[in-house]
């Protein structure tokens, strides 16, 4: 082999390799609509009902509901969000009365379900009274954070729902104290022809079915495409190198 053989192939080595570790770096965010839960026309000292002001809803935008009576925003006048320290970021945090699997729900409809893509989705939460429940086996069951697919029906809704991974609030670090919670998903992990691909996002998060008050507060996500590892493409170049070389 010449020396400007093994100086080529060294090259395209160290040049697969950089390409390979910048890849692996990026991450891509997905946006939230209203990531911090505000919504006009809220009043001081109280909590609001999806939100009820006693003669109308008020929308929280980007955000859907279940259980109306047991779901609402509250802002840093009211004496629970005081005792906290206020929201975490804004001024008011969402909240659930785990009752009737009550939840916020949130379809992106620009996001489907890619192969081999890391999703992070992260929530600041707190456990503000009663139960504090978790339940790893049943995504109804306990306060959690939770990522979903569905269809799309054609006129704006969703339909065919599927849980992709279930995030149990388990851990307290105390009462009225915020914590961020973080769940993933590998998908990767499905078949290459998983019918589950292509379909819209939805996240979800939780009040279960117990009594107690879970607010919730910033939330993110993050998708990072899943590449072979540097060395890894490095082993292929050399590979791919060594076999023009033979046919030469």
């Not at 390979?20 to 209203?34: F, H, K, L, M, Y």
């Not at 970021?89 to 939840?103: C, I, L, P, R």
């Not at 495409?225 to 060395?231: F, G, H, K, R, S």
């Amino acid at each position: 082999m010449s020396r400007r053989t093994v100086w080529t192939i060294l090259g395209v080595v160290a040049l697969t390799l950089v390409a390979g570790a910048a890849a692996a770096q990026e991450i891509r965010p997905i946006t939230i609509v209203n990531p911090v839960f505000m919504a006009s026309g809220i009043g001081d000292n109280d909590c609001y009902s999806d939100v009820s002001d006693g003669t109308h809803w008020i929308p929280i935008l980007g955000w859907e509901t279940q259980g109306r009576q047991y779901t609402g925003l509250m802002n840093n006048d009211h004496p629970d969000l005081k005792a906290a320290g206020g929201a975490p970021h804004g001024s008011q945090v969402a909240y659930t009365d785990g009752k009737n699997e009550s939840m916020f729900r949130q379809f992106l409809p620009d996001e489907v379900l890619e192969a081999d893509t890391l999703y992070t989705l992260m929530v600041d939460a707190a456990h503000f009274s009663g139960h504090w429940g978790g339940y790893a086996d049943d995504v109804w069951w306990g306060n959690s954070i939770q990522l979903w697919v569905a269809d799309s029906d054609g006129t704006g809704g969703f339909t065919s729902y599927k849980c992709l991974v279930s995030e149990p609030l388990i851990e307290n670090p105390g009462l009225r104290v915020f914590s961020t919670f973080t769940l993933t998903f590998d998908s990767s992990t499905l078949s290459a022809d998983s019918d589950l691909f292509d379909k819209v996002l939805e996240i979800r998060l939780v009040g279960g079915q117990y009594e107690g008050r879970v607010a919730f507060d910033r939330v993110t996500m993050t998708a990072e495409t899943i590449v072979p590892e540097p060395a890894t493409m490095g082993l292929l170049a050399l590979g791919g190198l060594a076999m023009l070389r033979r046919r030469r």
